[in-house]
């Protein structure tokens, strides 16, 4: 995120500038953190229910083969289709940070982490209270590894972190010596 701060503040026009020009100054999306947060709790519920929807009977591509499925195998098969769709959907929110967190980087970051901890709370908790909603029977959708709640936040803060450390990288490799003077600076021993 380095750089993308940096990016912002030379290719951001100045209020100044845009009101000369006659044009609303460029403000930033202030309610990026909110939409994040709401939209991903809301995204919660809908993959919950799509959770719901394809293990509540689990087909023979979620648990394997007919011959070896069991009562056993379907906990595990469930619990494995929340975390990948939760893995996906905290790719695509960690996308989105990356892409958009140039201003108050810190808040929208939290903002994002916590909106994603709800939808994987939420989707656990809808994908539960759909019927049948009795433990005993075996089409009952429910988390066993609580675990795979935390994927999502995971995910999503693994592509915030590589994706920030690739630009640091990647600004210090093209310019290491951008902040020395040459009167300043070490003579080189090769000359």
Known sequence: MPRLRR???TTAPTSEAAAGEGRAPAAPDARLPQLLLVGQ???G???GVLW???TRSPATWVVGEP???SPLTSPVARDGVLAVGEVVLGLAAGAV???RGRERPLLLLTAAV???LAGSLLAAGAGSALPPRSPADPRHVAVSAYGVLLLWPLALSAVVLLGTLVSALTDW???PHAGTDERTAAPDPRA
């Open 45 to 47: 519920l809908v993959a």
């Open 52 to 54: 719901w929807a394809l």
């Open 41 to 43: 709790a809301l995204a």
């Open 67 to 69: 011959v070896v499925t």
């Open 7 to 9: 990016l912002a503040r």
């Open 173 to 175: 490799v093209r310019a």
């Open 114 to 116: 916590a909106g994603a």
């Open 97 to 99: 940070v990356l892409r």
